[in-house]
């Protein structure tokens, strides 16, 4: 994947997602890390925090973040690596 291809916020949404899998032991990278990372307030150039457009379109929805997170509960978790 050429990720100069991308725009900054989807490098940002991506790494976000990464990250919140990794976080959560999840074994694989799932639409509800992504989801999750898009809900995630970002900061404009002027540094001011704003919510994200995929946030305003589920709020008028009626749905949350509480929905995308408790879907990561039920995904497969790795089990740490004992020496």
């Given at each position: 994947?050429?990720?100069?291809?991308?725009?900054?916020?989807?490098?940002?949404?991506?790494?976000?997602?990464?990250?919140?899998?990794k976080?959560n032991?999840?074994?694989?990278?799932?639409?509800?890390?992504?989801?999750?990372?898009?809900?995630?307030?970002?900061?404009?150039?002027?540094?001011?925090?704003?919510?994200?457009?995929?946030?305003?379109?589920?709020?008028?929805?009626?749905?949350?973040?509480?929905?995308?997170?408790s879907?990561?509960?039920?995904?497969?978790?790795?089990?740490?690596?004992t020496?």
């Amino acid at each position: 994947m050429d990720s100069s291809k991308f725009t900054e916020a989807t490098v940002k949404a991506l790494e976000t997602a990464i990250n919140l899998a990794k976080e959560n032991s999840n074994s694989q990278l799932s639409p509800a890390h992504l989801a999750s990372a898009l809900l995630s307030p970002t900061q404009n150039a002027s540094g001011a925090t704003q919510t994200t457009l995929f946030s305003s379109i589920l709020n008028k929805g009626e749905l949350s973040l509480f929905i995308f997170l408790s879907f990561l509960l039920i995904l497969p978790h790795t089990c740490p690596e004992t020496d």
